[in-house]
């Protein structure tokens, strides 16, 4: 057992971890509520990597008592300023209450005289929810497959043209000896693009990212 697994068994936390195709590791998670926020780190186009649990901190609170924190997440966006982001991953309920909102103020006044970068509560106001969050669960496990060895998007072009179901799509697929799971490897690696707001059925419609 490793030092975030013992610390998820000693305070009660179900310690989870998924595999991060953008990092190309596994990524180790305190709680349901983190796996929803790093699903939607992998299918968010503006973040590039990020890392959980990055680093702690050593604050004073209001009583000049030392307390140490721990960041959640760091993000890597592609913004060519500020492209760095800590994360505090926090349900609204949660984030509202008095303690957290103290919290939150010593961090960013920590930060401020430190390192300067910018420090986020995410709640899940801030990621997907709903049937977006069911289909990101849905498909992400297809983004093992690397669609782009099977084709290339120019030949999905000459194929498909630009817009298409998703039945069309694994009919074209399979007459080219390609199983179905592949079809679903594009749709995962937002190679080709649906509404996932709604469910996912055979007459989605699709179009060339």
């Known amino acids: 057992m490793n030092g975030k697994q013992l610390a998820g068994y000693q305070w009660g936390n179900a310690t989870r971890y998924i595999y991060s195709h953008k990092n190309g590791q596994h990524v180790w998670l305190n709680g349901g509520f983190e796996v929803q926020v790093a699903l939607s780190f992998e299918f968010d186009d503006n973040i590039q990597r990020y890392k959980s649990q990055p680093v702690s901190i050593a604050y004073r609170n209001k009583n000049e008592r030392l307390c140490r924190y721990t960041f959640d997440f760091l993000t ?113 690696h937002q190679l080709v693009r649906g509404d996932l707001s709604e469910p996912i059925c055979d007459e989605m419609l699709l179009e060339l990212a």
């Open 76 to 188: 890597e966006s592609f913004a060519r300023r500020k492209p760095f982001n800590f994360h505090e991953a926090k349900q609204q309920r949660f984030a509202e209450k008095p303690k957290a909102l103290e919290l939150f103020r010593n961090v960013r006044n920590h930060l401020s005289k430190t390192v300067k970068i910018p420090f986020i509560v995410t709640t899940e106001n801030d990621i997907a929810q709903g049937q977006l969050l069911t289909n990101y669960k849905r498909i992400y496990h297809y983004k093992r497959i690397p669609a782009l060895s099977y084709a290339s998007k120019s030949q999905l072009s000459k194929w498909m043209g630009k817009t298409f179901n998703l039945n069309d799509f694994r009919d074209c697929l399979r007459s080219k000896n390609f199983a179905e799971p592949i079809s679903f490897s594009f749709l995962a």
